[in-house]
């Protein structure tokens, strides 16, 4: 087209895509995403291991990391039945790794993370392993019988989840397989929850399982060495979290929400929760910033645009992926439009007549909702005089 | 699960994802693409201006900012009836700047950049604006009867191309057209191609037309400041490209190519072309680089392990977004996996028993072959002992 | 030490060299350097060429890399003798770059950017080549005795300066070098200033001759391609500029500073100027946020600390090399002390007995003032209770 | 000038300034300094906790940050007398860091760190803290009287340095001061070598006490967190290292090095040595790539150029701050030159007349080898024909 012809509109986009592009610089670790209609957005790791079983840092590495991770609420779950440090660490109390993070965070005066006292109840399948989070004594969870364990946590008014179904050291095909006991155990509500992601793997048997047995859904790091090294958090990696959605930032808060199932996973680029839940989460994320008719400093047709621009801040660390399933085709992209985290993107939406207002539809591919189907939303755009 | 028990592919896991990350800080701006089987992909940039029309810099400009992005061959397309810098450039001939563009790379000594001479036919709608390139003498385009410029074009074996259809300044819907004079144009083969892509701007409708109508995919520039600030080569942006499938590297090999419609286009994070295309390019950029059935030093089955790691090597600037079709699921991810540009990515198979080899399949979300419908690759893996 | 001993100080000072590298991802192209007391700071580009004489760029582009710089001045100073481009651009008016920028200016609704006229005066040695800024009519220029090209150039009112006199096409040694007929024109205050910095060379002679016969300092690109590529702006680079001290903000502001002298280059990391004017410039960069005396939560002696920390904010581009001539010595550097730009700096100063202010002084080793002498500052510390 | 007139030296010159800035971008951690003649640069941290006295970590991450950090030898020195975590880790051995760090060599298969067993002996002062490395058994040193534990160390065949002479907890202003005990110390040569760099500190008095008493130079990190929090490294930071100059990497090589006080220190961009022993350092890290002389496409002058372009690889991670003590002026410089780690940069320097070969030389302002004293380096160039 001709130089002269080029309206101010076309900078704008140009600029968007500069936008867009900076966010690969965006290098501060700390996890971020909004808030939900009515909840707090909660970034949580409930599994994770010190010097106390077989991690290889002391406590307090844990709450500094969570710290920088920006998380709010952690749990450090040292196996009870596996302890390979024993012979240089026999502390009796298998409450230690807890009380020490309490005492890093009261001498970090930090006043924001949330320490859930845990256990890594950690047997043979079945059942595998499974975390009680949110117990009063470790101690007490010393029993032969998997099942007193269990019930101990229940009685300790523990959240309970099973660990990595589709570890290799427990299946060899990966595959999560749901056991009479597990069935006996979650029939008992002695199992609430289920990771679905541990550590660098995902499952989609566990998600399945999670769907049909109405569990909470479960994302943690399982981190025994460094966050900073499993994670590339220095590239722009993250740890798995689960994120809670909870009425209030509180012990009581995150375990009402936790036995709600009000939970969602992060989980490399991905997000994997209920459509009730991701829908809120990502039109949270994603705010109209901007959405106005282009106009044109020249033009043969004299007729005015049709060409609606609207400016997308996405608010989250999530890189959305977008599939276009609205009645309008866009001008700058095809059927995939990839939403930069934390920066704004410019989207032109051809809309044939001159609209008030346009609602615009989405599948989100990076958002699982239940084994190859993806969150949905809408965006209604109320668009500017 | 027991840091003990972790295998050295986990390491391997964690060292993809770092590769995948650094990927964001790849920041050569040549643009790579692989070659397919029996066919040199050249990568070409056919709509162009300098000061010689309404472009803001010298033709030399072009044929260094061509060589900083790798290109294979580009056209310098001045518009015949635009011509705003007239007083001060009142040159009588019209192929000046491909003669300065010719002396510029002479004077560099560069030896690979292929120059098309080229000329921008500027009228109002129907039929617009095309660009006839590989003419012999711009000079004998002026004249005053539309169909005489295309006639003359055809006359000195020019490949001639519809310019943006859907530009706002001829389309106030941003809707590309077909109109009778087109259609009469395309019947004569005096209009051979059509932009799909021009500058910042996609039409799901030039798609059309051009699958409708047989016509060569374009993709192209316009550029008329600097490559660098327009697109925002510094933060990993680039210029729409058409890549050109030729025999040879040659200016008869490329016009050859075009005429028999064998491009793709290359467009911020998106392939534009025909499966046929497409599907080889693909296969060309992700390169297994091993296969292997993952082990582990420790487990309680003692089976044999049914996951497979398979690294993949990406050669090419597209950062690929695969949907999962195969019979298969992955260990890491669920059915969207995304490939960044020239680093490597592990995906973890469940095979469900140990294979000799393995099918995956994959829908290629950010590869076009008609409007909704994305390229779709198969990869035999021959799984290594 | 031991690890408990360590106080939140030490905290501090690991943040503090965090911030210094942080500079080196300070990607912002434009320049920045501090205001001075009763003067501002200008930055200012004198010597630029666009396709009117033998550039490569419209000279519109002149105008969008200043603004994209932060420059507040320019001059386009096409060559009045040299004119390869005129078979193409054969304008009569040899004002026109300058009018074509202003005109840019305007469409671009700039209003902070200053456009003087220019031209660059093009002869062989001597005098070799000048330029001639805040001229009124270039056309006026076009004389055969050089001589009478500097008096008409003066009757304008125009400032003039010495170009690149260690130019390697007019000195084979590249060796500024006084002729008579310089000597003549400076007693004749038909030349004004010189370059010492011209696109990437430096002269130590210039200076010398600068100094000898009291010329204005000028630093300038003599750009003729691209300010991106020349001066690899998005890697950290800048062209070299002229810091203009001036009353006001205006072509008479600026041209007042020229004539009075007072000026400074900035040009790679280094600054070349006068003490009268680096010494502000460079305390006007550093600005001290805290200056405390560090405590200590365990000590073997329970005598204050005479260790003070002090945190310098540098408001500049520059990156300071400081040599320190203090009394004191520093508890975190040896007598070398790099100052980051646009970042937070501390510095532990061993005062010996707690004072309420100290006086620290440097030498600062990138800024120079003479040959072989460099730019020396005093800072007075005021110490936070 | 004119841009006809430019030659390829030029392009040259502005890639040189590319490939300094792009040493901004250099982020592997791994530390690099060449090997002198005669003798390998070995990089040792001979002053690291774990948790077996106040650290942190498990001893496995102290060996896993010394392969990423790219050392040849380490040791993990736990305080004899300061057990804090005692409670939780009361084990009998102190030797235990040294036999975990061992285990985990062996089960990382690494081969080339070399890990020597010590301890810090933890008084107050005089003496302070001094570490015994190469020791035998650290549970024999676990004596009342101090000069008991260095006499058992020195049977051991350890050897043994001052500690953070200057550390706040026990130097209120910072200062290091000999005391009797030291001298007796030193003369029985109980004590070889002082930290002149422990953590974020340097000592000038500590080097005078060393140049004095002829004591080994020693920096260490003294880490008891993560070195990659500690020292930045993901933003270009490293822990202060000993650089040892061994006939031959081995425990024995390095023990008769550091009783040879054949080191030098690597401390944020500086080193401390001798002049011996930094001179073969940096000649060995500066090498010359090319030195021919400049030629110009035009000149008015028909001379032959007498600038000479020398292209400098620097193959260390110190950027280099060269004072220019020649007899010949630089024509891109003033007379201090900024040569980037890992990467190329080119100085133009005047000759006057054409030479064979021509001497450079410069004061290393980022290396110190006395108080106030800076490295003097020559470098004989041979000049390409």
């Known amino acids: 087209m001709n130089n002269k012809f080029k309206s101010i509109s076309f900078l704008l986009l140009s600029i968007g895509v500069s936008f867009s592009m900076l966010a690969q610089h965006h290098h501060d670790r700390k996890i971020n995403f909004p808030d939900v209609p009515g909840y707090l957005t909660l970034k949580c790791d409930f599994h994770q291991h010190s010097i106390f079983s077989d991690g290889k840092v002391y406590p307090s590495i844990r709450v500094e990391e969570a710290i920088k991770d920006g998380l709010d609420a952690i749990s450090i779950t040292e196996h009870l039945e596996y302890q390979p440090h024993k012979e240089d660490i026999p502390h009796p109390d298998r409450n230690r790794a807890y009380q020490i993070a309490l005492e890093t965070k009261k001498s970090m005066k930090d006043t924001t993370l949330i320490i859930a006292n845990g256990s890594e109840i950690t047997r043979e399948m079945p059942p595998g392993h499974s975390n009680a989070i949110f117990i009063k004594d470790a101690n007490l969870l010393l029993k032969d019988s998997v099942i007193d364990v269990f019930r101990e946590a229940k009685k300790q008014g523990a959240f309970i989840f099973w660990n990595h179904p589709h570890w290799k050291g427990q299946a060899h095909d ?84 936790l036995f709600d199932r009000s939970t969602a996973i992060w989980f490399n680029n991905t997000l994997i929760g209920k459509q009730e839940f991701l829908e809120p989460l990502i039109n949270a994320s994603l705010i109209v910033k901007k959405a106005k008719y282009l106009k044109t400093s020249w033009s043969q047709h004299k007729k005015p645009l049709t060409i609606l621009e609207v400016i997308i801040q996405n608010n989250s ?67 500017d005089k």
């Open 174 to 257: 990966g595959v999560a397989k749901l056991t009479d006991i597990h069935k006996k155990l979650i029939k008992e509500k002695l199992i609430n929850g289920i990771e679905i992601v541990n550590e660098h793997v995902y499952s989609t048997e566990a998600l399945e399982i999670a769907l049909a047995n109405d569990l909470t859904f479960i994302g943690a790091s399982d981190v025994h060495g460094l966050i900073d090294w499993e994670y590339n958090v220095h590239k722009g990696g993250h740890r798995p979290i689960t994120l809670v959605f909870a009425k209030e930032k509180s012990e009581e808060g995150i375990k009402a929400a």
């Open 317 to 383: 660390d999530a890189e959305y992926i977008l599939e276009n399933t609205s009645d309008y085709l866009l001008h700058n992209n095809a059927d995939i439009v990839t939403i930069a985290p934390q920066h704004k993107t410019i989207i032109l939406v051809k809309t044939k007549q001159q609209e008030e207002s346009i609602n615009l539809s989405f599948n989100v591919l990076n958002a699982v909702v239940a084994p190859k189907k993806h969150a949905h939303i809408q965006m209604k755009i109320t668009i």
